[in-house]
């Protein structure tokens, strides 16, 4: 209205002034509500009606709690229902209104609510209209200390929501103070907006579309990338991001990495995109910078080169859809996260709910949105880890991710959308789409020279797409027929491991470097199933630390294949209590003469490039008389051990081999 705000008084005198006209209208009906925590579940026929049914002049909202308190106890006690009044709704025929608003004088900075039960108070006004409270939420449905009480009703197309303590059917729903967050999850669902029958209905609303147009009439954007602890498989992510489907002309890139171990990762990647054809790019690469000073900066950036869109992604979401980026432009709300969960948990980038201490709460309806048995766009009280927010909505309202001055250090993503409810502005979570998958970084670890390989337990959706050959899943597909060589008998040999598996096995070995003595007897083992009592130069898994992630890796990888080929009612458990990485030079060790192993079969996974890393080697079966080719870089040799195949590995002639050997089921 052009004024400046100067208390809640304010919303008696402004009223009032308006009211004046329609003063002598007895036929007009007035409905004052709150604006920004209110939902209208139905249109005005069924608000007249409900009011018609009370037979009173003037109906006020009724709630749990009292304030302002030392006017508690003036309230008459009620048998059921809310015993305080509520000046957040009411409704009344227009010259009960105006002769209410104009009963007393009220300050613009005094208290409407006490204003309006002190008028509750007067029993002359109070008979004289038979002035009313709601206090079984027949109309008028407060959210706050009753939460608990309503649930969403659907029918067919329809939903609508119910006060289950009164058996009530309220048709206006007000969430002030904490009650507002319950509130966020009960538009989700009324007046009709998503039902099980029609599914979303509002989804499309006010949305828009970019396919098709030219690229200079995108918006704008500064992606804001972010890197504040160690994460896996952090150069896939930032190809990801690369590879969104966007103009680069309309991107401006600030990535934040405030972390040394990704500086040569960051320092890789900018390289690699210098030449993408970016609006910018800014690389802020301070271990020291502080993380919070770090995100309000990049606040601060989009409002100072006044972007159209200011779109976060930490380096914890895996955003696989190339297409994520425009489909949350399109999507058009004020701040909008695409919906990423951990694989195989329910841990996810949104919250459904809130504590009223504001920390983390399951809704109802979490695990619907997160498994997709519930598809929509939804109003969530908290996102993190990866949104899009309007350029507008930052310049217009204080948006921050510093802690308020009663908790400076308050978390950072909480602090965040602290700040967005406090400005009532609506934070969404969209699932309409498959956008990706948030990694689990809780217990990375940068023990090791390439720590992405230990991660096969915590991420092992990127792992595989990492480290497994890609045409492993071929050989397990129901739609395509795939032979499985067997240059031998019983002896197979297929793709398994990637080519950056195999090289950074390779080095991590050559980075522990102490290789056992490759004696001619089975002595001199550190312990039971050692590798060091084989006569080869060799290192044990265990040794690195990976022995457990391969054993994961035999029973997950392996057993397939094996239960493929073996047409036998042998179950193997998988378990191998010998692996290793061996190394084949002219200097040392360049054969392996014809041994048996103590195993029910045995794998040997090729480490190195046949021709290019080094030139001879092979194996050959001697009972069978029999030469097997050396595996391919990646691919694996399987075979039974024990009785049936005695082998032995032929010289190399020269460079260096390597190869990892189990022995399965000793």
Same mark, same amino acid.
Not at 266 to 293: C, P
Not at 301 to 327: G, I
Not at 385 to 390: E, G, M, N, R
């Given at each position: 209205?052009?004024?400046?705000?100067?208390?809640?008084?304010?919303?008696?005198?402004?009223?009032?002034?308006? !009211?004046?006209?329609?003063?002598?209208?007895?036929?007009?009906?007035?409905?004052?509500?709150?604006?920004?925590?209110?939902?209208?579940?139905?249109?005005?026929?069924?608000?007249?009606?409900?009011?018609?049914?009370?037979?009173?002049?003037?109906?006020?909202?009724?709630?749990?709690?009292?304030?302002?308190?030392?006017?508690?106890?003036?309230?008459?006690?009620?048998?059921?229902?809310?015993?305080?009044?509520?000046?957040?709704?009411?409704?009344?025929?227009?010259?009960?209104?105006?002769?209410?608003?104009?009963?007393?004088?009220?300050?613009?900075?005094?208290?409407?609510?006490?204003?309006?039960?002190?008028?509750?108070?007067?029993?002359?006004?109070?008979?004289?209209?038979?002035?009313?409270?709601?206090?079984?939420?027949?109309?008028?449905?407060? !959210?706050?200390? $009753?939460?608990?009480?309503?649930?969403?009703?659907?029918?067919?197309?329809?939903?609508?929501?119910?006060?289950?303590?009164?058996?009530?059917?309220?048709?206006?729903?007000?969430?002030?103070?904490?009650?507002?967050?319950?509130?966020?999850?009960?538009?989700?669902?009324?007046?009709?907006?998503?039902?099980?029958?029609?599914?979303?209905?509002?989804?499309?609303?006010?949305?828009?579309?970019?396919?098709?147009?030219?690229?200079?009439?995108?918006?704008?954007?500064?992606?804001?990338?972010?890197?504040?602890?160690?994460?896996?498989?952090?150069?896939?992510?930032?190809?990801?991001?690369?590879?969104?489907?966007?103009?680069?002309?309309?991107?401006?890139?600030?990535?934040?990495?405030?972390?040394?171990?990704?500086?040569?990762?960051?320092?890789?990647?900018?390289?690699?995109?210098?030449?993408?054809?970016?609006?910018?790019?800014?690389?802020?690469?301070?271990?020291?910078?502080?993380?919070?000073?770090?995100?309000?900066?990049?606040?601060?950036?989009?409002?100072?080169?006044?972007?159209?869109?200011?779109?976060?992604?930490?380096?914890?979401?895996?955003?696989?859809?190339?297409?994520?980026?425009?489909?949350?432009?399109?999507?058009?709300?004020?701040?909008?996260?695409? !919906?990423?969960?951990?694989?195989?948990?329910?841990?996810?980038?949104?919250?459904?709910?809130?504590?009223?201490?504001?920390?983390? $709460?399951?809704?109802?309806?979490?695990?619907?949105?997160?498994?997709?048995?519930?598809?929509?766009?939804?109003?969530?009280?908290?996102?993190?880890?990866?949104?899009?927010?309007?350029?507008?909505?930052?310049?217009?309202?204080?948006?921050?991710?510093?802690?308020?001055?009663?908790?400076?250090?308050?978390?950072?993503?909480?602090?965040?959308?602290?700040?967005?409810?406090?400005?009532?502005?609506?934070?969404?979570?969209?699932?309409?789409?498959?956008?990706?998958?948030?990694?689990?970084?809780?217990?990375?670890?940068?023990?090791?020279?390439?720590?992405?390989?230990?991660?096969?337990?915590?991420?092992?959706?990127?792992?595989?797409?990492?480290?497994?050959?890609?045409?492993?899943?071929?050989?397990?597909?129901?739609?395509?027929?795939?032979?499985?060589?067997?240059?031998?008998?019983?002896?197979?040999?297929?793709?398994?491991?990637?080519?950056?598996?195999?090289?950074?096995?390779?080095?991590?070995?050559?980075?522990?470097?102490?290789?056992?003595?490759?004696?001619?007897?089975?002595?001199?083992?550190?312990?039971?199933?050692?590798?060091?009592?084989?006569?080869?130069?060799? *290192?044990?898994?265990?040794?690195?630390?990976?022995?457990?992630?391969?054993?994961?890796?035999?029973?997950?990888?392996?057993?397939?294949?094996?239960?493929?080929?073996?047409?036998?009612?042998?179950?193997?458990?998988?378990?191998?209590?010998?692996?290793?990485?061996?190394?084949?030079?002219?200097?040392?060790?360049?054969?392996?003469?014809?041994?048996?192993?103590?195993?029910?079969?045995?794998?040997?996974?090729?480490?190195?490039?046949?021709?290019?890393?080094?030139?001879?080697?092979?194996?050959?079966?001697?009972?069978?008389?029999?030469?097997?080719?050396?595996?391919?870089?990646?691919?694996?040799?399987?075979?039974?051990?024990?009785?049936?195949?005695?082998?032995?590995?032929?010289? *190399?002639?020269?460079?260096?081999?390597?190869?990892?050997?189990?022995?399965?089921?000793?």
């Amino acid at each position: 209205m052009g004024q400046k705000w100067k208390g809640l008084g304010m919303k008696v005198n402004l009223l009032l002034n308006d !009211l004046a006209p329609y003063k002598d209208d007895k036929d007009l009906v007035i409905l004052f509500t709150d604006s920004n925590d209110l939902v209208f579940v139905v249109g005005k026929d069924t608000i007249l009606s409900k009011f018609k049914e009370f037979n009173s002049s003037l109906v006020f909202s009724a709630e749990e709690v009292c304030w302002p308190d030392e006017q508690a106890e003036m309230h008459p006690n009620v048998s059921v229902g809310k015993r305080y009044l509520n000046s957040g709704g009411y409704i009344g025929y227009a010259p009960v209104v105006y002769e209410a608003l104009s009963h007393g004088p009220v300050e613009n900075y005094e208290n409407d609510q006490g204003y309006f039960q002190r008028l509750y108070f007067d029993e002359e006004f109070k008979a004289k209209h038979n002035m009313r409270l709601d206090h079984t939420s027949q109309m008028f449905q407060n !959210l706050k200390d $009753a939460e608990e009480d309503v649930e969403v009703v659907f029918n067919k197309n329809q939903s609508w929501i119910k006060n289950t303590v009164y058996d009530t059917v309220p048709i206006l729903i007000h969430g002030q103070g904490i009650g507002n967050r319950r509130l966020l999850n009960l538009q989700n669902y009324v007046p009709n907006r998503w039902t099980p029958e029609t599914g979303c209905t509002i989804c499309d609303n006010d949305t828009f579309s970019l396919q098709g147009k030219p690229k200079s009439e995108f918006p704008d954007v500064l992606v804001a990338v972010f890197s504040v602890m160690p994460t896996p498989f952090f150069r896939r992510f930032l190809e990801r991001v690369a590879a969104l489907n966007y103009p680069k002309s309309r991107i401006s890139l600030r990535l934040y990495v405030l972390v040394e171990y990704h500086h040569a990762d960051a320092l890789w990647w900018m390289a690699k995109v210098a030449s993408a054809g970016y609006k910018n790019i800014t690389l802020i690469s301070d271990s020291t910078f502080d993380e919070r000073d770090a995100r309000n900066d990049g606040l601060e950036s989009c409002k100072t080169n006044n972007c159209s869109y200011y779109f976060v992604v930490d380096s914890m979401a895996m955003l696989v859809n190339p297409e994520s980026l425009r489909l949350l432009l399109e999507q058009n709300r004020s701040i909008v996260t695409p !919906l990423l969960v951990q694989p195989g948990k329910l841990w996810s980038n949104f919250w459904g709910a809130l504590t009223k201490s504001a920390f983390y $709460a399951r809704s109802d309806d979490y695990i619907d949105i997160v498994t997709k048995k519930k598809v929509g766009v939804w109003n969530v009280p908290h996102v993190q880890s990866v949104y899009v927010i309007k350029g507008s909505v930052l310049r217009r309202f204080r948006i921050t991710y510093s802690g308020p001055r009663w908790k400076p250090t308050m978390d950072i993503d909480m602090a965040f959308t602290r700040s967005t409810r406090q400005s009532f502005i609506h934070t969404y979570v969209t699932n309409r789409h498959h956008f990706g998958h948030i990694l689990d970084i809780g217990t990375y670890t940068t023990n090791h020279l390439h720590n992405d390989m230990y991660q096969i337990f915590k991420n092992p959706l990127d792992w595989e797409e990492k480290y497994i050959h890609p045409n492993y899943s071929k050989l397990l597909s129901e739609t395509e027929s795939v032979q499985i060589p067997k240059p031998c008998p019983d002896v197979f040999v297929f793709p398994l491991i990637s080519a950056k598996f195999a090289t950074e096995l390779v080095e991590e070995v050559e980075h522990f470097d102490k290789w056992s003595v490759g004696k001619e007897t089975y002595e001199g083992a550190d312990e039971v199933g050692d590798s060091g009592h084989l006569p080869t130069l060799d *290192i044990d898994l265990r040794k690195i630390g990976f022995e457990r992630q391969w054993q994961h890796f035999i029973v997950t990888y392996v057993l397939p294949i094996q239960r493929r080929v073996f047409d036998s009612r042998y179950k193997s458990r998988g378990s191998s209590v010998m692996n290793f990485v061996v190394k084949y030079n002219r200097e040392g060790q360049y054969f392996w003469r014809p041994h048996q192993e103590v195993s029910i079969f045995t794998i040997n996974v090729g480490l190195s490039q046949h021709g290019v890393d080094y030139k001879g080697g092979g194996w050959r079966f001697v009972r069978y008389d029999c030469d097997a080719k050396d595996a391919s870089l990646g691919y694996a040799l399987m075979h039974p051990g024990r009785l049936t195949h005695w082998y032995e590995g032929l010289p *190399i002639t020269e460079g260096i081999r390597y190869n990892l050997v189990s022995f399965i089921d000793p």
